[in-house]
């Protein structure tokens, strides 16, 4: 099993839209997730951390399933600006040990 | 305040030859990373460094690659002789450290990317 597995994509959706990305990691002792976004030929930056109890930042939300070992992303109301690749990322371990990023979930919204 | 800064932004080589890369990470950013990212996937890691201390390599190819982090700020990292599936986009990333129990905030280059002929 890899280590951090999204979906595979891409999503296409109009704008308006209501999109989730899934992605799942295999150890059970990380401790660290987030959501980075890449636009294309361009570097990742973050996007938002991912906390236990959940997360908003405006039409973004992000909720941790320790349990079942998963993390999703959820976007609202899509905007054209949204279309980008969405890369969910999650720590090796314990705190402080290297970042592990997923394959990445492309996002394309059409007008 | 200057971002992570690569350079060169691109290389074109011939197989077998050498290449550096160069990072210099943000001011005060005692951690450093080297990824690797091939068209259509995520960043895979290739190095963390602490400071000037690699402590994590696992995911370097040694018979080839090497890197260092002098003084604990800027970094190199070079291919031995490159071969055809080196080409990709080398990311070089800082952080100002562990960020406590959420971990670490990556800030990415713009990358170098590597064609191997």
């Known amino acids: 099993r890899k280590e951090v597995e999204q ?14 990305f899934n992605c799942t990691y295999s150890n059970s002792a990380s401790q660290s997730f987030f959501w980075y976004r890449q636009d294309c030929r361009k570097e990742p ?32 109301d899509s905007k054209l600006s949204d279309s980008a ?16 990023f997923g394959k990445g979930t492309t996002l394309s919204v059409s007008s | 305040e200057a971002g992570v800064v690569q350079s060169p932004r691109y290389k074109i080589i011939e197989k077998k030859q050498p290449v550096a890369f160069w990072c210099n990470p943000i001011s005060g950013h005692n951690t450093l990373y080297w990824y690797r990212q091939n068209l259509g996937q995520g960043p895979e890691l290739l190095i963390r460094y602490e400071n000037e201390e690699a402590v994590d390599d696992s995911q ?21 002789p490159a071969e055809l599936g ?15 129990f959420y971990g670490e905030k990556l800030f990415f280059g713009s990358g170098t990317q590597l064609s191997v002929l």
Do not use: H, W
């Open chain 1, 7 to 20: 979906d595979p994509g891409p999503f296409n959706v109009p704008e308006g839209a209501t999109v989730a």
């Open chain 1, 45 to 76: 930056k973050l996007l938002m951390s991912v906390y236990s109890s959940g997360n908003e930042d405006g039409r973004f939300t992000a909720q941790l399933n320790r349990a079942s070992q998963y993390i999703s992303l959820l976007i609202r």
């Open chain 1, 85 to 100: 690749t969405y890369l969910c990322v999650v720590n090796k371990g314990q705190a402080g040990t290297a970042l592990i």
């Open chain 2, 60 to 80: 370097l190819p040694k018979d080839r690659f090497s890197a260092e982090r002098l003084k604990g700020v800027d970094s190199t990292l070079k291919i031995q």
């Open chain 2, 86 to 100: 080196d080409s990709a986009v080398y990311l070089c990333a800082s952080s100002p450290g562990t960020g406590g």
